[in-house]
């Protein structure tokens, strides 16, 4: 099936900074999206990309669906306390059957004060 | 504002014990999925429905069982718990129609554990 590589799992940085985390996929997706779950809490959507090529902002957070659809990245600028949670990425294929979606493995972020 | 809701939010279970995970959503979505998260393995999807009477297997389907008589409520069955069932369970819902780009809206989970 299809799978999606994540990383990195996990990361601590200071507030303030910039981080950035990725989704490589060994299969080609028409949809790329960023997840982003709050402690205790389902995920909730922050971006979602339709076109390779795409770069797409919201507000600190900025996305791009890879040229070659099988990969994208998340970048969020200037960190501060709330984006504390887990990040992940999803595709969606309208292959076939498969209109859910495969997610990837998650990000952990913790933000230092 | 009710959106996608789950129940119970926390079980405890014995081994061989049975339960039902109730999902139910507001949004007239005929998108339905169940996906379990356990630690490092990201979001596994169990069972989906696109629609009422519909439903079909996902990456991780064996000791589940799902029904969708009603295009709001889309529930899990445990027939018989094991200690690896013991998970977070989130149940989503997304608009399937012409256009659909996969979003899904996600329930706040249920925690389960298998004793």
């Known amino acids: 099936g299809q799978q999606l590589n994540q990383s990195p799992q996990s990361m601590f940085i200071q507030e303030g900074e910039d981080v950035s985390m990725n989704c490589t996929s060994s299969?080609?997706?028409?949809?790329w999206l960023w997840y982003k779950q709050d402690p205790g809490e389902g995920p909730v959507l922050l971006i979602a990309?339709?076109?390779?090529?795409e770069l797409t902002s919201n507000g600190r957070l900025t996305a791009q669906f890879g040229i070659t659809r099988k990969d994208s990245f998340l970048n969020i600028s200037a960190s501060i306390p709330s984006d504390v949670g887990i990040y992940f990425c999803?595709?969606?294929?309208?292959?076939?059957?498969?209109?859910?979606?495969?997610f990837g493995s998650g990000t952990q972020l913790t933000v230092l004060p | 504002n009710a959106g996608v809701t789950q129940t119970p939010k926390f079980q405890v279970l014995k081994t061989g014990q049975s339960m039902t995970l109730q999902c139910a959503q507001d949004m007239n979505h005929e998108y339905m999925s169940w996906y379990r998260q356990d630690p490092g393995m990201g979001l596994r999807l169990i069972h989906y429905s696109v629609g009422a009477g519909i439903t079909d297997q996902g990456e991780v389907p064996n000791g589940y069982n799902v029904s969708r008589s009603t295009t709001e409520d889309f529930p899990l069955r445990l027939l018989s718990a094991a200690p690896s069932q013991t998970s977070v369970y989130f149940c989503?819902?997304?608009?399937?129609?012409?256009?659909?780009?996969?979003?899904?809206?996600f329930g706040e989970g249920s925690r389960l554990t298998v004793l």
């Open positions: 990309l339709y076109k390779a090529g």
């Open positions: 989503a819902s997304s608009y399937a129609g012409p256009g659909n780009t996969g979003e899904l809206f």
């Open positions: 299969s080609i997706f028409n949809t």
């Open positions: 999803a595709g969606h294929s309208s292959a076939g059957s498969a209109r859910q979606l495969t």
